[in-house]
């Protein structure tokens, strides 16, 4: 069954002219580690590719290979034409911020959805899903090596950032003996250990972290949902101006609670908005099916949402559809 799939999607890129790759706006460094290793792979064959993501590249990935030829005009899919468009890591085309572009082409390309979120629509032609996968990287490791594709050490270290991003570090619910397996033939295959820590691990600037302090000062228990929660306004963001990537990262921290059930975050944005990030290490707890109920989605153990309203409005939305 996986077989089949691994083999039709490696065809239809294969015999593509040319290929668009999207890892998911805001990308993290599984998004971009998958987008990258695809790419690297389409160039060691010829297959023109081009990887587009909606919003900049996080200056701390930008050391993956291919990062510096990741595109954020939005006229390239205007410029050209693609035989395969290739999602990466999103549960959704408007999740990916790939769907006012795909539904504007005046042609149809084939579809390819590789992802590893349980919400995912498959909203693809060829749909890879492997929910149980710890990394939409990790599903890539198995893709390259069913197809017998060889990983080159670019790839490796594209993949490895990948897992890394999305086990924190191996540690967190989504590690599991088949990714410690891959990451050790990651290694195994060149993949530079170093840089990924040095760029995705020790990214954190002094003002940075002053800026986690205040937000941690802020934890609170809500003892009826069993939910610890904390809050970034937009004031806090201009008194201590970090790049966007610097802020985020908070929320798995709050992994190292030993008290209540689930951390949430919220962080106000511009244009009226709260994007909320929910952390659980409970084995009974799905945040998932929260975020679900507020709009959002992701993993059992990390999940995401966007809803319209302040930060105390927000909060009082999150309670209600936890308690329900
Ligand atoms: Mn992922």
């Known amino acids: 069954m996986l077989e089949r799939i691994v083999q039709r999607i490696c ?33 060691s064959r ?40 290739v999602i990466v890591d999103s549960g959704d085309p408007v999740y990916a911020g790939a769907e006012p572009f795909l539904s504007a082409l005046p042609y149809r390309p084939i579809l390819i959805n590789i992802d590893h979120h349980p919400t995912n629509t498959r909203f693809g032609d060829l749909n890879l899903v492997v929910p149980a996968a710890s990394s939409t990287s990790e599903i890539l490791y198995t893709f390259f090596t069913l197809n017998k594709i060889p990983i080159s050490a670019a790839m490796a270290t594209s993949l490895m950032t990948g897992l890394i991003t999305d086990t924190g570090t191996f540690t967190n619910s989504a590690t599991s003996r088949l990714s410690l397996a891959v990451g050790g033939e990651l290694i195994k295959k060149g993949a530079d250990l170093k840089t990924i820590k040095r760029s995705v691990l020790s990214d954190k600037s002094i003002e940075a972290l002053k800026l986690w302090g205040i937000i941690l000062s802020r934890l609170e228990l809500e003892p009826e949902t069993g939910i610890a929660y904390t809050y970034f306004k937009r004031h806090d963001l201009e008194k201590h101006p970090v790049k966007e990537e610097e802020a985020d990262g908070i929320a798995n921290l709050l992994n190292y609670l030993s008290e209540g059930r689930a951390a949430l975050v919220l962080k106000e944005r511009d244009g009226g908005t709260v994007k909320g990030s929910f952390r659980t290490t409970r084995d009974d707890l799905d945040v998932s099916a929260w975020a679900k109920k507020l709009g959002g989605g992701g993993h059992k153990k990390a999940a995401g949402f966007t809803v319209a309203g302040t930060v105390e409005e927000v909060l009082e939305k999150v309670l209600a559809a936890v308690r329900d």
């Not at 990935?61 to 006229?75: N, Y």
């Open 11 to 43: 065809g239809a890129i294969e015999s593509a002219g040319r290929v668009m790759i999207v890892p998911h706006q805001y990308p993290d460094g599984d998004a971009l580690g998958a987008a990258t290793a695809l790419a690297a792979w389409c160039s």
């Open 46 to 85: 010829q297959i023109i590719c081009t990887v587009f993501c909606a919003t900049p590249i996080p200056y701390t990935l930008r050391f993956l290979p291919f990062a510096e030829s990741i595109t954020s005009d939005p006229e390239v899919w205007e410029r050209e034409r693609y035989d395969a468009v």
